[in-house]
């Protein structure tokens, strides 16, 4: 390809339009994870409740013929897993991130096993036709940005609208200051008479919901089938993007386009070839991954209580002598991983 | 509490969030319309009911046993070695790519030098998320997966292009002297598992009874404090968590020169995951790892001859190493929360 190509308008107006589209999954996952970061929660599992969404999704859309119907699935199922993460976490005081590591076992393996029981014996797999794209009027012939944003399928402006929705939830209401106190100063939370706990369960309910909103978009709306592994890390990058977009819901919707975008590029240059090996371009996602995520971390200003399990309910026990038993030193551990 | 909290004690909460694990899991298989105790039946008759589906449990063990001391030690460190995977494909890449020995090595030394390979290609890929999370505080969590990404594409390219050997999904083989002796002939154990046990005695030995070790657990249990008392916090935590990373390294050099003799497509069905159950189960002993690993990878062996065999998927095994993990979370807490002790 030449470098003038890569100048076009031509080469870009595509671009960008596949790159909307790519991003909506992530959106969806990342908008969720700022409200569950914001109350305190650290979800690693968004991949395997990406994936059950996935699913449950594709399973309900396959069942009832209703996409719509089947997005909803998606989101309730990540809904679900949403709560059983809250459980251990929340109520149970859990770790955080090894109730995530094995809630995408869990889930990634209930997905597949569900899969391939549901639909693995018949020999012709099941596809979905994919949503119609929806010109909005006027918007979508606005010069350069008009089709890539505007011609899109109607879940893409659901994505758009819970842009400014969750901002002004966690920023504006009442809720949205008991989330941010669930997070930054859970004592205070408690004092002013508001359960932390019955806040950070509706906050993770929230955000496994549009993890599994997430993936049944990436499966009903887009690729109009299950595979397993689909969901390809998008659930880690969504880590990534809510520490990158510092935890509001502009700038994460702005680093999701990002890694739309360099999806979109990556897919691009590997059909018109460049001097990088095809195989490898499908890393890029990754490596960028890695880049947001040291230079995010760079800034620093996780909510304070984040991985905290907050347990005063249980009147704290004093440490044990054993080793095996220090609760302190091990909850210290955890703490400074993520605060450094 | 005293008179409970001993060894019994724990054998019977482990047995008894067994049992809830599997009869969770029953419930699962019921719904999908499954019969649960046949698919039980099919999995401890595979694992067990035979010389192959033994050693195969040990063959399986091998790279699970690796990848949860790599687990182990950075967990006692206080970092994440989500990538365990990612450094044993690594491991895999550079056993194989020594392994066609270009570069002429005498037989005798050919294994050697692909083991050392592979611990420092291990190491390397283990070292870039320690140096990113001790220099700029990027979370190693996100860091090791991304990790694991990055070496399947690698892997899945040099399969695909540079190495492949045009006939299976699988790169051309390595020569004959890089092949580790079988132990049981006829069937695929080999010494890779004598290879395990010995790093499993080794790392049980190097935290308990070294400095770097006594190190290694004090930052674990309180970073602070083991700054205060003067320890060089980052290079320990950079040295456990790069020696880590050479474990799981080695894990893939088991893979290649003990079973593949190559490089295939999905060398690992996600044997860094499954090291990760086994480390917390474990409790972060490398003892108990081993006896853990053995029994998860029978787990995982049976499975498999019951998805012959039934048809049910062999991610059942996923789901209930999953479901024992998060029933031992739930149980456990709040009092035990990371577990740190080796032992």
Not at chain 1, 52 to 76: K, N, Q, R
Not at chain 1, 133 to 152: D, E, K, N, Y
Not at chain 1, 219 to 235: C, F, L, N, P
Not at chain 2, 324 to 337: C, E, K, T
Request: glycine share 14%; net charge positive.
């Amino acid at each position: 390809m030449t470098p003038s190509a890569m100048l076009s308008l031509l080469f870009w107006v595509p671009l960008l339009g596949a790159g909307v589209r790519i991003a909506t999954p992530l959106l969806f996952a990342g908008l969720g994870e700022v409200v569950a970061e914001r109350a305190g929660l650290l979800n690693v599992g968004i991949e395997g409740m990406m994936a059950l969404g996935a699913f449950a999704g594709f399973a309900l859309a396959v069942g009832t013929g209703d996409p719509w119907l089947g997005l909803l699935g998606g989101a309730l199922a990540g809904l679900l897993a949403g709560l059983l993460f809250g459980w251990l976490t929340v109520l149970r005081g859990a770790d955080q991130i090894v109730t995530g590591v094995a809630m995408n076992i869990l889930a990634l393996g209930t997905a597949s096993l569900a899969y391939q029981m549901r639909f693995g014996s018949s020999r012709d797999v099941p596809e979905l036709p994919a949503l119609a794209a929806l010109r909005l009027p006027w918007l979508s012939t606005l010069p350069v940005i008009g089709r890539p944003f505007f011609g899109q399928t109607s879940i893409v402006y659901l994505g758009y609208l819970l842009i400014p929705l969750v901002w002004l939830l966690v920023e504006r209401t009442r809720w949205g200051l008991h989330v941010r106190a669930a997070g930054g100063n859970p004592e205070a939370l408690d004092s002013a008479g508001v359960s932390v706990w019955r806040v950070r369960l509706q906050a993770i309910a929230f955000g496994g919901a549009l993890a599994g909103l997430g993936g049944a978009t990436l499966s009903v709306a887009q690729v109009g089938a299950y595979v397993d592994g689909m969901i390809g890390g998008r659930g880690f990058i969504a880590l990534a993007v809510t520490v990158f977009g510092g935890w509001r819901a502009g700038r994460v919707a702005a680093a999701c386009l990002l890694f739309g975008m360099a999806d979109a590029l990556q897919l691009r240059l590997q059909l018109v070839g460049t001097a990088v090996p095809a195989g490898l371009l499908v890393g890029l996602p990754y490596l960028l991954t890695v880049a947001v995520v040291t230079i995010g971390a760079g800034r620093g200003g996780y909510p304070a209580a984040i991985n905290q399990p907050y347990l005063r309910r249980r009147a704290r026990r004093p440490a044990r002598a054993h080793p095996a038993n220090a609760p302190a030193g091990a909850l210290q551990a955890t703490h400074q991983e993520i605060k450094p | 509490m005293s008179l409970l909290a001993g060894r019994w004690w724990d054998v019977a909460t482990g047995a008894g969030l067994l049992a809830a694990a599997l009869a969770a899991t029953a419930l699962l298989l019921a719904l999908l319309g499954a019969n649960p105790l046949l698919a039980y039946g099919d999995i401890l008759a595979g694992a067990f009911g035979s010389v192959s589906g033994l050693t195969e449990d040990l063959v399986y063990a091998t790279p699970v046993i690796l990848t949860s001391l790599s687990v182990i030690l950075a967990f006692t460190c206080g970092l994440w070695n989500i990538g365990a995977d990612g450094q044993l494909y690594l491991g895999a890449i550079a056993a194989v790519g020594v392994g066609f020995n270009g570069l002429g090595l005498p037989a005798p030394l050919l294994l050697p030098a692909m083991a050392a390979a592979a611990l420092l290609a291990g190491a390397l890929w283990a070292a870039i998320p320690a140096l990113l999370r001790l220099r700029f505080g990027a979370s190693e969590v996100i860091v090791t997966i991304m990790g694991n990404f990055l070496a399947v594409t690698l892997a899945t390219y040099l399969i695909g292009g540079p190495w492949a050997s045009g006939i299976t999904p699988a790169t051309r083989p390595v020569v004959a002297a890089g092949f580790l002796p079988v132990l049981v002939p006829g069937t695929r154990l080999n010494a890779g598992f004598v290879i395990a046990l010995a790093a499993a005695v080794l790392l049980s030995f190097l935290l308990r009874r070294t400095v770097f070790g006594y190190r290694v657990r004090t930052i674990g249990q309180n970073a602070d404090a083991a700054r205060y008392a003067g320890m060089p916090v980052g290079r320990v935590m950079f040295a456990a968590f790069a020696l880590a990373g050479a474990l799981a390294g080695l894990a893939g050099f088991c893979e290649v020169a003990g079973v593949f003799h190559n490089l295939p497509n999905g060398l690992s069905p996600g044997y860094g995951y499954t090291g990760i159950v086994v480390a917390l189960l474990a409790r972060l002993g490398p003892g108990r790892a081993v006896t853990i690993a053995c029994g998860l990878a029978a787990l995982n062996v049976g499975s498999g001859s019951m998805q012959r065999s039934l048809g049910i998927p062999v991610s059942l095994a996923a789901i209930l190493e999953a479901t024992l993990i998060l029933l031992v979370l739930a149980v456990r807490m709040p009092q035990r929360r990371a577990p740190v002790a080796p032992g």
